[in-house]
């Protein structure tokens, strides 16, 4: 899969940040401005997939438990396929510190929660969407839920666009 983070691209003169408005979050990995907080939330729970004992660990799920992890609510030859061509990230990676502020500090957003995440718990979704002040949709849904619901995604992401059009 590739990043967590939908962007949808418009020209929007009120920003610094040039042709970037507004931000839509279909996931949580990219939300927090201290990324450690969500490595403890993704990597370390108690009841999570992830090994990230050694910081260059790359985080992947195997082939057997990718489906009912990561997109339980999609056909399994479909997931399958995802498992067989997922692109893992290093555990570092949640690590490294920004290096300008997060655009949602500016920018205003849009956010999505899974409600039926097994990777990111939905609680912690829910206060990174608070916390960003975000406008905020819910679905019943995996981590996965611009593969499992592509049209509540679309429209989350249109609405996000008329909104600063």
Partial sequence: MGSAVRVVAATNHRTSIPAVAPITFARARHVP???AQVFCTVVNRPDGPFDGDHPQTLI????ANFGSV???DIDPE????LAATQ???AVASFGEPLQVAPAWKTIRSWYQVSTQDRV????GERFFAQRMHAETIELESSHASPVAH???IARL????ARAVA
């Fill in 157 to 160: 992401i249109a609405q996000a």
């Fill in 150 to 152: 592509p049209q509540a």
């Fill in 78 to 81: 479909r997931a399958a396929v």
């Fill in 120 to 123: 990111i718990q939905p609680a």
């Fill in 33 to 35: 401005v201290d990324l």
């Fill in 87 to 89: 692109r893992p990230p």
């Fill in 70 to 72: 990561f997109v339980q």
């Fill in 60 to 63: 992947y799920l195997d082939r």
